[in-house]
């Protein structure tokens, strides 16, 4: 039976997970809403978060009738490094740096596969390719963010789709990547801390995508503007 104090983290943690698990409906309903206004690399995110919840349900679903359901998230790790990978390589210029994505996904997709079935098996996380996913597309996102700032334009950067998707993205791998690293070496109390971490993440990530959705096709304030506007109306600009 378990103690008071472990009882709490118990009923806190589900509360937490289903939060973040039902958060996905948010970044899909303002996505549904502005699709027409999304341009193609938005859309590859949209259709990521509804990859996220079709997988969840159909995770759940194995949870609940006790089945085996590792392999689900093992696979949502390797669709989802495809999915947001090729949303931010649609929007880098560099022919270099696109061919250098490509031979990248080809060794993420071979490495994958060598680790779901290989090297962590399909009863496992596999943490080589989590370690690995987490890289690459914190990575993309920095050439990403490099590209923006060598390509530096009149408008507010946190007006920009894409970069507020890409701060969600480095949040959320760069906070995530250890907690399933060490996901099958803990138990108890501390799988639960590690778990609510993830769920507390999976909540923002969703919450930056949505924000970003209902950015896309508004007007941008000039960035040049803000800097030299006076402090007051700099507040009522950012309202």
Known sequence: MPTPDFAWILKFRTILTYTGELSLLLPIWVGYQRWFVLQKHHKVVLWCCVMWAILTIVGEILFALKRHNLFVWNIVTILEALFLGYA????LRSQKIRRLLRVAAVVFLVTALIDFF????LGATTVY???L?????IATVLLYFEQLLRELRTTSLEQN????IG????TYFAGTVMVF???DSVSGVQE?????VNSFLSLVLNAIIARAFWLVGRVQPPASAIASAPPYARRITRR
Request: proline fraction near 3%.
């Open 118 to 121: 290989y090297l962590s098996g």
């Open 192 to 196: 639960m801390i590690m778990m609510m």
């Open 181 to 183: 690293l060490l996901q």
């Open 133 to 137: 996913e987490s890289v690459l597309l």
């Open 167 to 170: 701060i969600g993205v480095i």
């Open 88 to 91: 931010f390589y649609l929007v």
């Open 161 to 164: 789709p894409m970069f507020v």
């Open 129 to 131: 390719t989590v370690a």
